[in-house]
């Protein structure tokens, strides 16, 4: 096997203008389509899945209930990113990305053809989760491939603005469901949306999933994977291959990879994820659904507030991007950090106030502040933490395990502490906690901006 393996190659050749664009353009799909899809549940969950599926429960009840579908999808999340992680460190980033994103589409499909709980019982909510489950799937390693496609193909120089295409796509898909869910609350009756207008939004997706999967298919392989010193005839060798092949095994970048302590830059990167998924499931998930159910706000309030947040997003990511190659990504981190955790009191001072236009402010701003921006820069720089020959699996990881922690259980509890407690205090003290998390990942946390890419070993 020795013969084979050609010498290691230090920097990755340059791809085409053409190439990346279509790698963006795939990116930008795949990601749009997952925050679409989840975005649909997430305000489905919050607006008409507890009538529909829990309907022999309490209104604050159901919620948590609705909430709990909500979060097991984070659970098989986390089984797609072990999964397809691996897949895609062993064989490549483009053949996982094709696989997840079908997946995720067909399962979101199918969620807009459920039988509610009126029609067949206790086997709707029994579906329902099992639908969850499929898509979360799908879902666990899409975001995490993009963002590795995009990052290793981008130049060093403007590696943050255009990985921060990936963001654009979560916004993308984000805002076209807060619009759509935002148009149906707001024209049709409570008896047409909870009868037939809840799956509009879900039979929809089908339409993207069969466009973006066409797009994919031309889509070439990562130049990082490619030229990858461990990497014969487009599949990685295992540890035990490398160790009997002695010639590689000796070479600087595969024996520092093979002998680095793993651990840190995984730890780090997952403080780093909590603020940003933390403050997702509670600004986009949990408030629209405490404004309608506990204050009793209009439904269309928080759906807007979402919707025109998402637009301002449009601007806020790229201008993230942009200042985190000029000024470098730790800078970034602990100024937006700090100042989501100063803005947690007003927010929700402002949110629980009764007044429209205040409460859209709020959401606009802790949207733009605490998620959007922070997610431009976690694109990137989880990318530049992690060594070429894991950076799948534990980027993946590391965004999924976050997101259980932080974005799955953040809403559940959420909706048990509020209601224990009658008050919005709990709101404001988790997203300073998840902020102050971020804030002191990025204090111990090294600089990566420019990193080289194909190396194999951790930044740290």
Not at 297 to 313: E, F, R
Request: net charge positive; charged share 15%; proline share 4%.
């Amino acid at each position: 096997m020795t013969e084979s393996i050609s010498p290691p190659i230090t920097k990755p050749k340059a791809k085409p203008t053409k190439e990346l664009a279509k790698v963006a353009v795939s990116g930008w799909l795949g990601t749009a389509m997952e925050f679409m899809d989840f975005q649909l549940y997430s305000l489905a969950a919050a607006i008409v899945f507890n009538k529909l599926f829990f309907p022999d429960v309490s209104p604050v009840i159901g919620l948590i209930a609705a909430m709990a579908t909500y979060g097991v999808g984070y659970v098989a999340r986390l089984a797609g990113a072990v999964y397809f992680g691996r897949m895609g460190d062993r064989i490549g980033r483009k053949k996982v990305l094709f696989i997840t994103i079908a997946l995720m589409g067909a399962s979101t499909t199918l969620i807009g053809a459920l039988p509610t709980y009126a029609m067949i019982g206790i086997w709707a909510p029994i579906l329902l989760v099992a639908l969850r489950l499929a898509q979360g799937f799908g879902a666990g390693a899409e975001i995490a491939g993009a963002t590795v496609m995009l990052a290793e193909f981008a130049p060093a120089r403007r590696r943050g603005l255009i990985s921060s295409l990936v963001c654009l796509g979560t916004n993308s898909g984000t805002l076209a469901a807060s619009a759509i869910w935002a148009i149906l609350v707001s024209t049709l009756s409570e008896e047409d949306l909870l009868s037939w207008g809840w799956r509009i939004p879900f039979l929809f997706s089908f339409v993207l999933m069969i466009f973006a999967v066409w797009v994919r298919r031309s889509v070439k392989e990562s130049p990082v994977f490619e030229e990858r010193a461990d990497v014969v005839d487009g599949v990685a060798l295992s540890k035990r291959e490398i160790a009997a092949a002695d010639e590689l095994a000796k070479t600087s970048t595969i024996e520092a990879a093979l002998h680095q302590r793993k651990g840190k830059a995984f730890l780090i990167a997952l403080g780093l994820r909590f603020g940003q998924a933390g403050n997702s499931g509670l600004i986009q998930t949990f408030i629209i659904g405490y404004l309608a159910t506990v204050l009793l706000v209009d439904k269309s309030v928080g759906t807007t507030a979402i919707m025109y947040g998402s637009l301002l997003g449009f601007v806020t990511i790229p201008v993230m991007g942009i200042l985190g190659d000029r000024f470098g990504r730790r800078p970034l981190y602990l100024a937006l950090s700090s100042l989501t955790a100063l803005f947690a009191i007003p927010m929700l001072l402002m949110v629980t106030s009764g007044n429209t236009v205040l409460i859209t402010v709020a959401m606009i701003i802790g949207l733009n502040l605490g998620v959007l921006s922070l997610f431009a820069m976690e694109s990137v720089t989880m990318a530049e933490f992690f060594g070429a020959r894991t950076r799948f699996t534990q980027l993946a990881l590391a965004k999924e395990i976050g997101g259980i922690l932080a974005t799955a259980i953040g809403p559940l509890l959420a909706a048990t502490l509020t209601a224990i407690t009658g008050h919005w205090w709990p709101l404001a003290a988790m997203l300073i906690a998840y902020s102050l998390i971020t804030l002191v990942s990025a204090a111990v946390g090294p600089e990566v901006r420019g990193r080289d890419m194909v190396r194999l070993e951790d930044a740290v």
